[in-house]
């Protein structure tokens, strides 16, 4: 029997990824999460449960990681019963957070020292397509290292993209998150202005379908959450696309470029959390456009 995957991290995006792999995969998959519920829930479909995290890494040969953040990548991996404490030659660890990008090259190197390998994997789309395995995987890595892990990632995802070296994925992820942000803001602040001037918000986004403002953002996140007012929780959260905008902000203030358009998203998120938003999908930046508090 081929040895397990192993996957840490069970929430919004990483349940249904490692179901998708435990029923596609056609190998055991072992997997670890703070909380009991999401374990419960895949051991129907033949996921293993272990009872942490090193657990997981002496388990596995390769270990798929979903955390919220770096601060989260960090602790798992640096811990004195973490990863890294844990690790033995030949394995391999991917991440498939949005997490630093500096942060993420030098795990790899701390890796790499044991004879392990690493891969920055982080993942773009919805809930949805995360149930669907049709996700979008950007990853920086080696080509031996994708391709021993493209057979997994094909069981999440419909579109893989090798970005480069280490850190890439997350430098490509960031950028994507970064352009989807100011796009959502001005898709707020159109249907804001429109509604003033007594258009139907069904209308604009109808037309703007049809024309040169057309795009993924507008059809999802538009259609989808903005216009009819629906901003659940359990989806990728305001608080999230702040840390992630974040990321893409300090990399471009490392990098020596100023971005004006990514600040303008920051304020929008910022305001949104202020006002008692910060658990809800992050589309509800909405709500803000106009407000001066």
């Known amino acids: 029997m081929a040895s397990p ?4 991290g069970l929430g919004v995006m990483g349940e249904p990824m490692c179901r998708n792999i435990a029923t596609r995969s056609g190998r055991p998959v072992v997997a670890y999460d703070m909380s009991s519920a999401p374990l419960a829930r895949l051991e129907a479909h033949g996921v293993a ?35 890294l404490a844990t ?31 690493y891969a920055d994997a982080p993942i773009a789309r919805t809930r949805a397509a995360a149930e669907a395995g049709t996700l979008s995987i950007t990853v920086g890595a080696d080509p031996t290292t994708l391709a021993a892990i493209r057979p997994i990632l094909a ?53 703007l379908s049809k024309g040169s403002a057309d795009s993924f953002a507008l059809r999802n996140h538009g259609m989808k959450a903005v216009l009819p007012d629906s901003f659940p929780e359990r989806a990728f ?45 992050w589309p509800v930046i909405a709500k803000t456009v106009g407000s001066t508090e």
């Open 49 to 83: 449960a272990a009872g942490s995290a090193a657990a997981v890494m002496r388990a596995a040969d390769i270990v798929m990681l979903c955390l919220p953040g770096g601060p989260q990548l960090e602790a798992v991996c640096r811990s004195p019963s973490g990863l």
């Open 155 to 207: 069981c999440c995802a419909e579109e893989i993209t090798h970005c480069g070296p280490v850190g890439a994925g997350q430098v490509v992820k960031q950028m994507n998150n970064m352009v989807l942000f100011q796009t959502v803001a001005a898709i707020s602040e159109a249907l804001a202005v429109a509604r003033a001037a007594g258009v139907d918000g069904a209308v604009l986004f109808d037309a």
């Open 5 to 8: 995957i192993g996957f840490i």
């Open 87 to 117: 690790a033995r030659p030949g394995q391999v660890v991917v991440d498939h957070g949005t997490s630093p990008v500096a942060l993420t090259r030098t795990l790899a190197a701390e890796f790499a020292a044991l004879g392990v390998a």
């Open 237 to 281: 959260s305001t608080e999230y696309a702040l840390k992630d905008l974040a990321y893409a902000l300090d990399l471009a203030r490392e990098s020596g470029i100023a971005l004006p358009g990514a600040n303008v998203a920051r304020d929008y998120l910022t305001r949104a959390t202020e006002q008692g938003f910060g658990k809800l999908y």
